[in-house]
Structures are given as C-alpha cells and as structure tokens.
C-alpha cells in the first residue's frame, strides 16, 4: 500500500464524542468532508472547522482517501456503510476506520465485505470517553492491514494519545471489550466494597481515599502482581492462595454481619476456594491464573 498523504478525509458521526475528534484532525490540517444525521450538527461544525459537508453518506466516501466512523452501534455503521452507499463510492484502496465499539465478529464480517470491494477495514476503538476525546488524550486500540494502520497513524496521533497495534482485524474490539469489562467489574466492586464499609459505620470520603491508596497505582494488581509474577512466570509474592480466600472470606462475612449485600464478594470467595481445591492452597496468589489457564486451554 502507498504511503502516500492522506488529502481527504471523511466523519461520520459528529456526537459527544465524534465532534471533538473531528475538530482535532482539522485542527491538524486535514481536509475534512463531514456527515451527520443531524444535518445541523454537520453545519456548525463546518463553519467552526472549515469542513465541507457531505450531501449524503455516500457523498463522504467521493474521492475519499480514509472514512472514519464515531457512531452509536453496529446498526448504525451498516446502514451507512451498506445501505447508503458509502462503501460503494470509496475509491479502490479507500480505508474506512470504525472508531466506534462493535463486536468482533461482526468487524471481521463487515471487514470481508469491504474487502471484496478492494477496500481496507480497521477497528479502532477508543477509551477515555469525552474528556480525552475534546483534549485528544483517548488511548487507541487499532486491528487490521499492517500497512493501512500505518499510513493512518498521523490520523489515529491527531486524536490520541497512544496507539495499540492489535494485530489481525477485530482483535481491537476484543482489547476494547476486556477493557471495558474490567473497568465494569471494578466499579461495581469497588462500590460493593464501599457500601460494606458505610454500613459498618466507616466514612465514605475516608474510604475512597484508602481504597485510592492501597488499590491503584503500585498497588494495583497489574503492577504489582501480574506484570512482575504472572507474564514472568516467577510467582513470588510471598502471598499464598489459602491466605487471600481467607481475607476474600472475611470480607464476605463481614458483609453478612451488617446484612449488606455482596453478590460480588460471594463469587469472589468461590473462585479463589475453587483454586485452592483445584491448584492447592499453598501455592502463591498470582497461580490463580493457572485456574483460568487451564479452563480455557491455553497459557497466558
């Protein structure tokens, strides 16, 4: 593929999050064709950006060298792509760039399609919401053609702060998703544990600030455990299993005794007896991973 400059760029999508990456890559000199729904949207962004706004969906994709789409859902993308014509008008070579979340297998789907068409197809999600997205600090995560990723990244450094080469096409929505997830389940965690803590009588804003020390940063388990012990397969903590299920156990029990719930915690405590029984108790905390390993075949 050529490396050739990216002379026109196409937007679709110009929502919370799709106007204030827009505005970035104009900022940064490329020229943009610019398409929304809301016909006003388009408008105004054009007369504070200097943006030409499209006729249609199909008229973004005219000439285009790159399309990118910050839009709501899977739904949404197809019809653009597919049913509007957008695909159909991108010149042989085009790339379109879904920088919004959709699922894996549907991004390898719609991937195969624009193939056939001789157009390239990237994932590349983002994380950081609108905060970074207005002070193009979002970190993104990007899967598909080597080259296309390649010739895009001035594109992908105009709106983020890193860029997270994933590989094959829709490993970036994977990433995207393990992502999400863990910070679904700390959240909720993290309130769960909270809301223990205030029903046994601790203040909240004390609590946060504890939990903000002895959780994050150095402490937090990527840093401290899974990085250094886990990836190196070195397992020395000096922490045995048997040990966090007893504190994962009293955490649980102590829930009970104030009668908070803690639906979160009970799973916890499970997992972490299920490894002893399966791994043994006596083993460091950072085995826990073979439990999972082992479930699904494969060493991490």
């Not at 000199?29 to 706004?53: C, I, K, Q, W």
């Not at 590989?167 to 990433?175: M, R, T, Y």
């Not at 048997?242 to 009293?250: E, N, R, S, T, W």
Request: with cysteine.
């Amino acid at each position: 593929m050529s490396k050739a400059k990216l002379d026109k760029i196409g937007f679709v999508g110009l929502g919370n999050m799709g106007a204030p990456m827009a505005a970035h890559l104009a900022g940064r000199g490329f020229p943009l064709t610019v398409y929304d729904v809301r016909t006003e949207s388009a408008r105004d962004f054009a007369r504070l950006h200097g943006a030409r706004v499209a006729l249609d969906a199909a008229d973004v994709a005219r000439g285009a060298d790159a399309v990118i789409f910050m839009l709501p859902n899977e739904a949404a993308l197809r019809q653009v792509l597919f049913e509007q014509g957008l695909a159909e008008g991108l010149p042989a070579g085009g790339i379109a760039i879904d920088m919004g979340t959709t699922s894996p297998a549907a991004t390898r789907e719609i991937g195969n399609g624009l193939a056939a068409l001789d157009l390239h197809y990237l994932d590349a999600p983002v994380m950081g919401g609108v905060v970074f997205a207005r002070d193009a600090s979002l970190d993104i995560m990007v899967g598909g053609n080597a080259a296309a990723i390649e010739r895009c990244r001035p594109l992908f450094e105009a709106m983020g702060r890193k860029l997270w080469n994933c590989g094959a096409s829709g490993n970036a929505q994977v990433l995207k998703a393990m992502t999400n997830y863990i910070n679904a389940c700390a959240l909720a965690n993290t309130l769960e544990a909270m809301v223990i803590a205030r029903k046994s009588g601790l203040d909240s804003s004390m609590v946060a600030e504890a939990i903000d020390t002895m959780c994050n940063g150095r402490q937090h388990p990527i840093v401290k455990k899974i990085i250094p012990h886990v990836l190196t397969r070195e397992y020395g903590t000096g922490m045995t299993l048997q040990l966090i299920a007893k504190d994962v156990q009293i955490a649980v029990d102590s829930a009970h005794g104030v009668n908070a719930p803690v639906p979160l915690g009970e799973v916890t405590a499970r997992i972490w007896n299920d490894a002893c029984d399966l791994l043994g108790g006596a083993r460091d905390q950072t085995e826990i991973v073979r439990y999972w390993e082992q479930a699904a075949g494969i060493p991490l």
